[in-house]
């Protein structure tokens, strides 16, 4: 759900993000009273409420903070605020799994953080907007994943093909906290508002070992990382990574390498014309420089002209039309995408799931157009086709196994049927214009 931006703060917003952009080296010296506004604290708090989330440590549920009355809630927390009795609780640490296996840590605040550090983003964010690289898409307001990838498409098919495909190691983890904040005070000086991020940046972490008990990690003594699912941390982690992309322009990489860079977060491509190995081996120096590694068995050249690679979920690189076998350059949902939604259907159409059939249908329907709608651009008519034949065979399947109907039930269940009376959603059904393409 999304929630509208009530008049006073989206004025506020305006006119701290054009001070900003009017002024690039001004720097803002009273924000803390903004924080600690009523109306900016009740909007953190209706923000906070949609995104919805786990309890933190303490174990707080929005349910209870509603039951003992959000107005008095929200009235303590900005009293903590006003007089700087505020200390954040530690976050809870859980491991989630990753797409290419492993684990990744996730770290979840309290809701009391969260609505902090939500009216802080609320305050914060227009003002580094201003500054933020036109090639930065990840975590900044109006833009998104499918922007970066049509964006990398359009430099693939202008003839950017020389690919360095890179991937930072641990970036969440491995930000160093004194560079942050130094990045942060180019723009923010106001001591309570840094005084407020270092809270967040030192707060403990407390995980659960092995054999299940409680194990605190961080604290005042970490030197480095911003835990991954805080509200700040995005805000944070693309503060830090502008330094690597206006370094640069600044130095006029793009003309040297004859290149452009494009990153979302963590992941960034560089796409030139003949001078990758000389752009790859330029931002491995850099980041050494800012404190961050390259994953190296992750990072590669490749030559879009003769071999994929992947950004973002898509692939992009040589592919063939079905119809008259000639070759253009592509964007298509990657392999590792299709096998995820594949994974992810399997999870929820097990044997052991009890539920009434329409409540399993929602539920897949609703993870099938959540897919499909990233997964909308390009030439996407392979993936669909292979998405649907694996639903209906594993929605076959299901069903036969809870009706006890013997052999492979394709009469009993039929695709018409599938996709017709029970309702499932066909991929192929939704529409599919021409894709873009380039020939080679």
């Known amino acids: ?37 009523e109306d900016v604290l009740r909007h953190a708090y209706a923000l906070a409420r949609a995104n919805a989330g786990s309890s933190g440590v303490d174990g707080m549920t929005f349910v209870q903070i509603e039951a003992e009355g959000v107005e008095k809630w929200l009235a303590d927390l900005r009293t903590e605020l006003v007089s700087k009795t505020y200390r954040p609780q530690p976050v809870r640490r859980v491991m989630i799994p990753k797409p290419g296996g492993g684990e990744r840590p996730l770290g979840i605040p309290t809701i009391r953080d969260r609505v902090v550090q939500t009216a802080a983003k609320l305050v914060l964010e227009p003002i580094f907007e201003a500054d933020f690289e036109d090639s930065a898409y990840g975590y900044r307001p109006r833009r998104s994943g499918i922007d970066a990838i049509k964006e990398v498409h359009r430099l693939v098919c202008r003839g950017y093909t020389d690919v360095v495909d890179a991937d ?26 840094l005084w407020l991020i270092k809270l967040w940046l030192k707060a403990p972490i407390e995980g659960r070992d092995r ?47 004859r290149a452009h860079v494009i990153s979302y977060a963590d992941d960034f491509v560089i796409l030139s014309r003949g001078h990758a190995d000389g752009a790859l081996a330029w931002a491995r120096s850099v980041m050494a420089k800012l404190g961050l590694t ?8 490749k030559d879009a002209r003769t071999e994929r690679f992947d950004f973002l979920g898509y692939s992009f690189g040589p592919h063939r039309f079905r119809k008259d076998g000639h070759w253009y350059l592509g964007a298509s949902p990657s392999k590792k995408s299709v096998q995820r939604i594949k994974t992810k259907i399997g999870d ?23 897919w499909c709608a990233y997964f909308g651009y390009g030439t996407r008519l392979p993936a669909y086709r292979a998405v649907d034949n694996h639903v209906y065979d594993r929605v076959r399947a299901f069903l036969c196994k ?8 394709t009469q009993r269940f039929s695709d018409e049927q599938v996709f017709g009376g029970l309702g499932v959603l066909r991929l ?3 529409h599919i214009g021409p894709p873009p393409c380039a020939s080679r």
């Open 348 to 370: 929820l159409l097990v044997n052991g799931n009890k539920e009434p059939w329409p409540v399993v249908c929602i539920r897949l329907n609703r993870l099938l157009g959540g």
């Open 211 to 257: 054999d299940g008990k409680r194990r605190m990690t961080g604290g005042k003594r970490a030197t480095r990382g911003t835990p991954q699912g805080g509200v700040a941390s995005p805000l944070l982690s693309v503060i830090y990574m502008n330094r690597f992309l206006k370094y640069w322009r600044l130095t006029g990489r793009g003309e040297a390498f």
């Open 294 to 301: 390259l994953n190296e068995a992750k990072t590669s050249v």
């Open 402 to 409: 809870r009706h006890k109907v013997q052999g492979r039930g």
């Open 168 to 193: 930072l190691s641990k970036y969440f983890d491995t930000i160093p906290h004194s560079d942050l904040l130094r990045s942060v005070a180019r723009r923010v000086i106001d001591r309570k508002v």
């Open 1 to 37: 759900m999304r929630l509208e931006t009530p008049d006073k703060i989206r004025t506020l917003q305006r006119k701290l993000y054009c001070k900003a952009k009017a002024e690039p080296a001004f720097r803002f010296y009273v924000l803390y009273d903004k924080i600690c506004r």
């Open 428 to 430: 192929r059904s939704v």
